[in-house]
């Protein structure tokens, strides 16, 4: 059975700072991993798809990689934002097209 | 990119009642969606997967005969909350995928489910 963890589980850091928010997986045969971002008593939103045989993938100031032999994948910030305050989730693709989400990191960003 | 609506966005019901949340893909077919559960401040568990003709497939330790699934049409899967009791107050989210495995899931913007 899949396992998805991320570390920290929380994490609070002044704005302009870059950030690193862990995921790791049990499983490797894995089509893809998301990363996703969700605000309080809100939906998802998607940031980022990294496909199996990707390494990672960039938009704007966020970059993701994949080490998928390893069973991890990493979601970087660059100069953090007040705004960026979320809880992120990453979750990966198994069969049948099914999502397993990892345990979320809480991020707050100050100013 | 594709949308995903789900409604009601919340509501609230007397424990016994059932509820029923509707998942739609606006600009695509689904042959499959999934349903997810999310408790307060934990992570999105999967509950079963709707699929469009058949029957819905569960997940472990997830009741099918109190979730009821109809995936009445390509785009249209709807879950019921049978006899709802507070321990079934949740947020409850579907995804559909695009294509295959190898894309993108578009989730829907959730239902906050209240019980009293």
């Known amino acids: 059975k899949q396992e998805v963890t991320q570390i920290p589980a929380a994490l609070s850091v002044p704005e302009g700072e870059n950030l690193v928010l862990n995921c790791s997986f049990t499983?490797?045969?894995?089509?893809?991993l998301q990363w996703f971002r969700q605000d309080p008593g809100k939906g998802l939103t998607s940031l980022l798809l990294?496909?199996?045989?990707?390494r990672e993938q960039t938009s704007g100031r966020l970059n993701a990689s994949l080490d998928k032999s390893s069973g991890r994948s990493t979601l970087y910030i660059a100069a953090s934002q007040p705004g960026d305050s979320a809880t992120y989730l990453c979750a990966v693709t198994g069969t049948a097209s099914k999502l397993t989400f990892g345990t979320g990191t809480r991020l707050q960003v100050t100013l | 990119g594709a949308v995903v609506s789900q409604h009601p966005s919340w509501v609230i019901c007397k424990s016994g009642t059932s509820v029923k949340i509707e998942c739609r893909s606006l600009?695509?077919?689904?042959?499959?969606m999934f349903w997810y559960r999310q408790f307060p401040k934990q992570s999105l568990m999967l509950m079963a997967t709707?699929?469009?003709?058949?029957?819905?497939?569960?997940e472990q330790g997830v009741e099918k005969d109190k979730f009821l699934i109809n995936h009445a049409s390509l785009t249209l899967s709807t879950l019921t909350v049978t006899s709802a009791h507070p321990e079934d107050s949740s947020f409850y989210i579907c995804?559909?995928?695009?294509?295959?495995?190898?894309?993108?899931?578009?989730f829907g913007p959730g239902t906050r489910l209240t019980v009293t």
């Open positions: 499983d490797s045969a894995i089509y893809n």
């Open positions: 990294i496909q199996s045989s990707q």
């Open positions: 709707s699929n469009e003709g058949s029957k819905a497939t569960y």
């Open positions: 600009d695509f077919q689904a042959t499959t």
């Open positions: 995804s559909a995928p695009l294509l295959g495995p190898d894309y993108e899931q578009y």
